[in-house]
């Protein structure tokens, strides 16, 4: 398949500020930079009208990156002919495993990409595979003429992590930018000496990648398959306990060498691989 043509199928954002950080218009950004025809379709775009069996005429390879209500959300693509691949993103949330299951048996998926690496041994009937997160350096990228004023800061969703925020605003002075997305997200990340992290349970989401992709210091937890990406305090700062974070986050505020040392190495780490 020397040239093949990608039909790939995601709704687009619910927020406007948003909507270009869908993965969806990043994978078709970089199909773009490789030559390789895509287009994207799904409800919010013009061509959602187009039923899927006309829309998806002449196209080899179908990805779906659709992770929530997919009955309503995926058309029925069980009878295409095309490869028809599926990214398992969410995996990790509560019941999204299951439902994902059942969506590759029932759209006859061949290929099963998985962001979760414990996830790959859930499709013994499918080619399934790790295939984490990532980044669009594109749309996030350094921003040096943003001091970095912050000396740590957590952009994100308060999701299983509330407490623990509200424990660091506290006793280190964290900044909470909750639900800060878009541009307003790369800028506020960018302000940030030390993005705190915490994954929400077995994940390890796009804000790893991102922090690093904005060559700011990533402070997460750990998750499996982490240092398969990355040299754990090398490219990124990994902590155990909150003890432990506690202490890193003092060393990290102090040696403005270290920090500095590490974010470029991580930086470095995201655009090579």
């Known amino acids: 398949m020397a040239n093949p043509k990608v039909f790939i199928i995601q709704k687009a954002g619910e927020h ?39 829309a998806s005429i ?7 990156l659709e992770n929530y209500n997919l009955d309503d959300s995926v058309p029925d693509i069980s009878k295409s002919k095309a490869i028809k691949c599926f990214w398992s993103i969410d995996s990790h949330m509560n019941g999204v495993l299951d439902a994902h299951k059942e969506f590759v048996k029932k759209n ?14 859930e499709y013994p009937e499918n080619f399934s595979a790790w295939f984490p997160n990532a980044f669009d350096e ?3 990228y350094p921003m040096p003429e943003i001091p970095k004023n912050v000396n740590i800061g957590f952009c994100g969703n308060i999701q299983n ?12 002075g964290l900044k909470q930018d909750i639900f800060v997305i878009g541009e307003n997200m790369v800028k506020a990340v960018n302000g940030y000496k030390i993005h705190f992290n915490k994954n929400v349970v077995t994940d390890i989401n796009y804000r790893t990648f991102e922090t690093c992709g904005m060559k700011t210091l990533l402070l997460t937890n750990y998750s ?12 990124i700062v990994v902590y155990y306990t909150e003890n432990e974070l506690l ?4 060393e990290l505020i102090e040696n403005t060498e270290l920090r500095e040392r590490i974010a470029k190495a991580g930086y470095e780490r995201v655009l090579r691989d």
């Open 16 to 54: 406007a500020a948003n909507q270009n950080f869908r993965e969806a218009l990043c994978f078709k950004r970089a199909f773009d930079r490789l030559g390789i025809e895509s287009t994207v379709y799904g409800k919010g775009y013009p061509n959602s009208e187009i039923p899927f069996e006309t």
């Open 58 to 64: 002449g196209y080899d390879i179908i990805i779906v």
């Open 108 to 121: 006859k998926i061949d290929v099963v990409l998985n962001a979760n690496i414990a996830h790959t041994k």
């Open 138 to 140: 594109t749309i996030m």
């Open 161 to 172: 992590r509330g407490e623990i925020l509200d424990n660091l605003t506290q006793q280190v």
């Open 224 to 235: 499996q398959g982490l240092e398969i990406l990355f040299e754990p305090n090398e490219e």
């Open 247 to 250: 202490e890193k986050i003092k």
